[in-house]
T-cell receptor, first 111, second 114 residues
């Protein structure tokens, strides 16, 4: 079955630096990958979607890449701020209209 | 728009008790999902529905039942709660068609089974 892995459980960076989070998938390339943000005690909130025929997608300080050769998506937050501290979830489209989620990476941005 | 709401927010059950979690959405979405989230396990799909009157099993359906009698509501039932069902439960909805494909999540229900 398709698996999706987020390698880092936690990432600590200094304010102003770029945070880079990794998402790897196995087997076939999904039609698209999504990234969500989850704050403690809250439900995930959608951030970005990237399709398999897109190499890169940007939204304000966020950038997502999709490398079908490496079977990997990278999620970047540039000029990070303490308010960016949260858990970030990667999700891939599985059969039908279902998503398979990774376990998430907890990002902490130090002032 | 309230988006996706879940009732209750917290609940403590004793082993063997039953309960129903309610999810409601006001976005006229066709698809609805129930997930559970456990530390180190990520979000796992329990059951889902692609329309009123339809339901299907997800990755971890055992011990749960669902119903979608109205388009805006998706109920998750635990007939005989077990400690292994202690978790945070999230409901999500999605509009059908060619996109967008973002799922909208509720705030979650924290369930403890003792």
């Amino acid at each position: 079955s398709q698996k999706i892995e987020q390698n880092s459980e936690a990432l600590n960076i200094q304010e102003g630096k770029t945070a880079t989070l990794t998402c790897n998938y196995t087997n076939y390339s999904p039609a698209y990958l999504q990234w969500y943000r989850q704050d403690p005690g809250r439900g995930p909130v959608f951030l970005l979607l990237i399709r398999e025929n897109e190499k890169e997608k940007r939204k304000e300080r966020l950038k997502v890449t999709f490398d079908t050769t490496l079977k990997q998506s990278l999620f970047h937050i540039t000029a990070s701020q303490p308010a960016d501290s949260a858990t970030y979830l990667c999700a891939q489209k599985s059969s039908g209209d279902k998503l398979t989620f990774g376990t998430g990476t907890r990002l902490a941005v130090r002032p | 728009n309230a988006g996706v709401t879940q009732t209750p927010k917290f609940r403590v059950l004793k082993t063997g008790q039953s309960m129903t979690l309610l999810c409601a959405q006001d976005m006229n979405h066709e698809y609805m999902y129930w997930y559970r989230q456990d530390p180190g396990m990520g979000l796992r799909l329990i059951h889902y529905s692609v329309g009123e009157g339809t339901t299907a099993k997800g990755e971890v359906p055992d011990g749960y039942n669902v119903s979608r009698l109205k388009k805006q509501n998706f109920l998750l039932g635990l007939e005989s709660a077990a400690p292994s069902q202690t978790s945070v439960y999230f409901c999500a909805s999605l509009t059908a068609g060619r996109g967008p494909y973002e799922q909208y999540f509720g705030p979650g229900t924290r369930l403890t089974v003792t």
